[in-house]
């Protein structure tokens, strides 16, 4: 069974500035998809970002980046020019090659993200 | 384009009653899952639909939780009869099969 750890269960950070939250996960599997989804109080999960294990190149979504490092198993969120918006819980999230029928997600317990203006 | 929508967003019931959760997919989206979010924790899944087929149920609860997804679209979810370890967030998510998830706002439920 796969697992997905987020060590940090709160940060904070000044508004403008960059932060990174880390994500580590284990599973053996070779092909795979690891995500980012932010939850605001609203509870809505909101995607920010996908990587597929099998691309090398790091995915990026204008003001969000990953550091995918897939032999440490590791799969960390940078959030450049932090804004208020970003303040929510940040889940990290894996999946399993869908044709394999292994389509759910398997989430993090989250980090709680606070922007201070 | 509506999003997932789920209704109620909030229910406050007292223990031994039974409570139900509705959710509509993104159109044309077949996959459609039900996922449980205890306080301070991540989703976890409870059911999994394809169409109309539950294809993976196995962390559904299913001595007091059901669940359908009729003409494979709609979706409810019940619990009968609700216990107090059952307050908690309901999260339905939709998705074409392979593809990425879409969440609704979810449903809290408070049981008393």
């Known amino acids: 069974a796969q697992t997905v750890t987020q060590s940090q269960p709160e940060m904070s950070v000044q508004e403008a500035e960059t932060v990174t939250l880390s994500c580590t996960y284990d599973?053996?599997?070779?092909?795979?998809?690891l995500f980012w989804y932010k939850q605001p109080p609203s509870r809505q999960m909101i995607l920010v970002i996908r990587?597929?294990?099998?691309?090398?190149q790091n995915a990026t979504e204008n003001r969000f980046s990953v550091n995918f490092q897939k032999a440490a198993k590791s799969f960390s969120l940078k959030i450049s020019d932090s804004q208020l918006g970003d303040t929510a819980m940040y889940f990290c999230?894996?999946?399993?090659?869908?044709?394999?029928?292994?389509?759910?997600?398997?989430f993090g317990t989250g980090t709680r993200l606070t922007i201070i203006p | 384009e509506a999003g997932v929508v789920q209704s109620p967003r909030y229910k406050i019931i007292e223990k031994k009653q039974p409570v139900a959760f509705w959710c509509n997919p993104i159109?044309?989206?077949?996959?459609l899952y039900w996922y449980l979010q205890n306080l301070g924790q991540g989703p976890e899944l409870l059911i999994r639909?394809?169409?109309?087929?539950?294809?993976?149920d196995s962390q559904l609860p299913k001595d007091r939780f059901s669940a359908e997804r009729l003409k494979g679209v709609d979706s409810t979810l019940k619990i009968q009869p609700a216990e107090l370890g059952d307050s908690a967030v309901y999260l339905c998510?939709?998705?074409?099969?392979?593809?990425?998830?879409?969440f609704g706002a979810g449903t809290r439920l408070s049981v008393l």
């Open positions: 639909y394809e169409n109309e087929e539950a294809v993976d």
């Open positions: 599973t053996s599997e070779n092909n795979y998809y």
């Open positions: 990587q597929e294990a099998y691309k090398q």
């Open positions: 998510a939709s998705s074409i099969q392979g593809g990425i998830q879409y």
């Open positions: 159109s044309g989206h077949n996959t």
């Open positions: 999230a894996f999946q399993g090659a869908p044709y394999f029928g292994n389509e759910k997600l398997t």
